[in-house]
């Protein structure tokens, strides 16, 4: 079993929905989460961490951590069609040097 | 600001050739990573220097070499590339243990 589950999709949406991605990690030493964004033949950017369990916005989006039950989700609301990527959730392992562990990746499109 | 530069961006080469994959960044971080990225496996970490002077192994570091230069510049080497290698390969960086990585825009290698 992987340390950190993703669904690979592909994730489908019209333009103006909110996209749904979440992550399931098994590993407690995970105390924080970030997100990149990926698109197509670029290097994985990061939009967003979060240190907390709860909520964090930044615009569009919004990230969710659920420690309790090993659980984050990542929301971008009105989504736009430059919104199409793949989305990967890292999570580093402060007992490994922070080294970070990432999910597989969740593959968007947004469509007009 | 350029940020993280791999060379080359595309190479095929031949089962038993060997090559060095270049990676500098300019944004005076002491970290550096090397990365590979497959197809339903995400990335996975083959080597990563702490700090100039140093480099140590991660998750998948079999028929790989690496060379910390110095601070700006870390390199990736194949001695004798085999098919299982071809992969797209990410160089990143960050200043220290819990900041965000910064990705470089990958080499794409196949091996035939």
């Known amino acids: 079993q992987k340390e950190v589950e993703q669904d690979p999709g592909p994730l489908s949406v019209p333009e103006g929905a909110i996209v749904s991605l979440n992550c399931t990690y098994s590993?407690?030493?995970?105390?924080?989460f970030m997100w990149y964004r990926q698109y197509s033949r670029k290097g994985p950017e990061l939009l967003m961490y979060t240190y907390s369990s709860g909520n964090k916005e930044d615009g569009r989006f919004t990230a969710q951590v659920d420690k309790s039950s090993k659980y984050i989700s990542l929301f971008i609301r009105d989504s736009q069609p430059s919104d199409s990527a793949t989305y990967l959730c890292?999570?580093?392992?402060?007992?490994?040097?922070?080294?970070?562990?990432f999910g597989g990746g969740t593959r968007v499109l947004v469509k007009p | 600001n350029a940020g993280v530069t791999q060379t080359p961006k595309f190479q095929v080469l031949k089962t038993g050739q060997s090559m060095t994959l270049q990676c500098a960044q300019d944004m005076n971080h002491n970290s550096m990573y090397w990365y590979r990225q497959d197809p339903g496996m995400g990335l996975r970490l083959i080597y990563y220097?702490?700090?100039?002077?140093?480099?140590d192994k991660g998750e998948v570091p079999n028929g790989y070499n690496v060379s910390r230069l110095n601070k700006r510049e870390f390199s990736l080497r194949l001695e004798s590339a085999a098919p299982s290698q071809t992969s797209v390969y990410f160089c990143?960086?960050?200043?220290?243990?819990?900041?965000?990585?910064?990705f470089g825009n990958g080499t794409r290698l196949t091996v035939t």
């Open positions: 890292a999570m580093p392992d402060r007992a490994a040097g922070n080294k970070l562990t």
């Open positions: 990143a960086s960050r200043t220290a243990s819990d900041s965000p990585l910064h």
């Open positions: 590993n407690s030493a995970f105390q924080y």
């Open positions: 220097s702490a700090s100039e002077g140093t480099t």
